[in-house]
């Protein structure tokens, strides 16, 4: 048995699926972005008169993306501390890395702490984001 969570804290899925599964004690996150919720815009995008994305800033989506993160597991009954697994796409790993990073080690002080990481170069996203994490937590027994 498994259960789904949707939360209107978090920015809506973009496809036919849930912010979240529940499966026994483990919480599975689907890929989520930094977009804002209820407005969609996503933070650091810089856009030219003509409406195209000429720049972006990873520390601003970085920050956003782990707010929308924070809100799946609050609305799963989970807690940032839960975290136990984190797969990060980034589409510009060479000139996004270690503004990433600086920013992991803010929410992440304490590496024994922290959850596991992979960290991905990828093409792109669905959307025009930089980031997009994918996430395990462990939900305490309710």
């Known amino acids: 048995m498994s259960d789904t969570i949707q939360t209107a804290s978090a920015p809506a899925p973009v496809g036919a699926y849930p912010h979240a599964r529940r499966v026994g004690e483990l919480l599975f ?18 856009h030219d008169d003509a409406g195209q ?4 800033d990873i520390a601003a989506q970085t920050r956003q993306v782990f707010a929308n993160v924070r809100a799946v597991l609050e609305a799963s009954g989970a807690r940032w501390e839960d975290l136990v697994d984190v797969t990060v796409f980034l589409t510009g790993m060479a000139r996004d890395f270690k503004g990433y990073n600086a ?10 702490s ?8 990828i093409t792109a996203l669905p959307t025009p984001i930089a980031i997009e994490l994918k996430c395990v937590a462990r939900v305490h027994s309710r």
């Open 114 to 121: 922290a959850p596991c990481r992979t960290t991905l170069g």
């Open 53 to 56: 994305l000429i720049d972006h």
């Open 103 to 112: 920013v992991w080690s803010e929410y992440f002080p304490d590496p024994s």
């Open 29 to 46: 996150l689907s890929g989520i972005g930094p977009r804002t919720p209820g407005s969609n815009a996503i933070p650091g995008n810089v």
